[in-house]
């Protein structure tokens, strides 16, 4: 059995919020309330995480908002041509140590950036859900965010998300309207093996 949704087929029958989340950049420039983004960013807050460290930490501004200037200019120009239409941005961080249960001193963590992938992919899926999407960006000036975000040095800056209802793609150049779809995957057969690591 396949699933087609958005142009996309799964191989397998799995909820359709999988196909329908995607990383669009035309966005149409809608003001997004706080309640709203902070029902997004709720979905985060309830990943899994080594320990329940939950080493994540989310800085956000909304469009036109405190910050957004700020969070804008720290994406690098491509991003930032598109994403500026976007309603929110988000800069996902991740805390590089934790304290394991009954510890007294904390201890660098193996899963900080697996742990905060987890809850980036919580907060897409479920901005996708309440009609809006997430896109993920690793453009952007991560020296100049540690010191205009104040970042301290114990969190990894892993990246930025736009947020925004998707839009019309003809404010987009000719070469990314043609790439502005939701985009295929490899073969299950290529990224999965059993029993030991063979390549696909
Ligand atoms: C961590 C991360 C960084 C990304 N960086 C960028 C980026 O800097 N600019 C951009 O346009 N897209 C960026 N993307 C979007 C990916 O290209 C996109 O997720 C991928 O092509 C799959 O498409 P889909 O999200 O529409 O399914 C990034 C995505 C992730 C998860």
Not at 159 to 188: H, M, N, Y
Request: glycine share 8%; hydrophobic share 40%; proline share 6%.
């Amino acid at each position: 059995m396949t699933l087609h949704v958005n142009s996309r087929i799964a191989d397998h029958v799995i909820n359709p919020l999988f196909l329908e989340r995607w990383s669009p950049r035309a966005y149409s420039g809608a003001e997004i309330s706080k309640a709203e983004l902070f029902e997004i960013l709720e979905a985060a807050r309830w990943a899994p995480s080594a320990y329940n460290a939950q080493p994540w930490h989310f800085v956000y501004a909304r469009r036109g908002e405190e910050g957004w200037d700020r969070l804008l200019g720290l994406l690098n120009e491509f991003n930032r041509s598109w994403a500026q239409q976007a309603s929110a941005l988000i800069f996902v961080l991740s805390k590089t140590s934790l304290l394991p249960p009954g510890a007294s001193k904390e201890v660098p963590s193996y899963t900080h950036s697996f742990d905060a992938g987890a809850a980036w992919g919580a907060l897409a899926l479920q901005a996708a859900h309440s009609g809006w999407q997430a896109h993920g960006m690793a453009g952007l000036d991560y020296d100049r965010a540690r010191t205009e975000l104040e970042v301290p040095e114990s969190y990894r800056i892993e990246a930025a998300v736009a947020i925004g209802r998707p839009g019309d793609k003809t404010q987009l150049p000719e070469a990314l309207q043609q790439r502005e779809q939701p985009s295929p995957r490899k073969a299950l057969s290529e990224i999965v093996s059993e029993g030991r690591f063979v390549a696909g």
